[in-house]
């Protein structure tokens, strides 16, 4: 049974940091890419990053380039969101996504608009919220 299992969210402070995590099964990081994608209440779905399932390089969007790092850990199936000085802006219902084709790219980014029918599997989601 192919799942994706997000967690890692919570409540954090402005400039604080949190490590989500999205553990796969049913199916191995080096056959499925894996992006993270958040919704914010009143907001479409959005791209923020992706890693390859072909050499696991990875692909930011814009907004969270140098602030999020995604990686991953094949040994344990696993894809993690580094996300560091984080904002109010932030808060969102944070997803991963797997998709057996490569990471979608526009101008070196990943887009924050992406077709969310190339994707095959997503999660269930796990809550973010920065807040004092």
């Known amino acids: 049974q192919v799942q994706l299992v997000e967690a890692g969210g919570g409540l954090v402070q402005p400039g604080g940091s949190l490590r989500l995590s999205c553990a796969a099964s049913?199916?191995?990081?080096?056959?499925?890419?894996i992006a993270w994608f958040r919704q914010a209440p009143g907001k479409e779905r959005e791209g923020l990053s992706c890693?390859?399932?072909?050499?696991?390089?990875?692909l930011y969007e814009h907004a969270v380039q140098g602030r999020f790092t995604i990686s991953r850990d094949v040994a344990k199936n696993t894809v993690y969101l580094q996300m560091n000085s984080l904002k109010p802006e932030d808060t969102a219902v944070y997803y991963c996504?797997?998709?057996?084709?490569?990471?979608?790219?526009?101008?070196?980014?990943?887009?924050?608009?992406?077709?969310?029918?190339?994707?095959?599997?997503w999660g269930q989601g796990t809550q973010v919220t920065v807040s004092l």
């Open positions: 996504a797997a998709e057996r084709m490569g990471c979608s790219v526009v101008a070196g980014h990943f887009p924050k608009r992406v077709p969310e029918a190339l994707y095959d599997y």
């Open positions: 890693i390859s399932s072909v050499d696991g390089s990875t």
């Open positions: 049913g199916f191995t990081l080096d056959s499925y890419s």
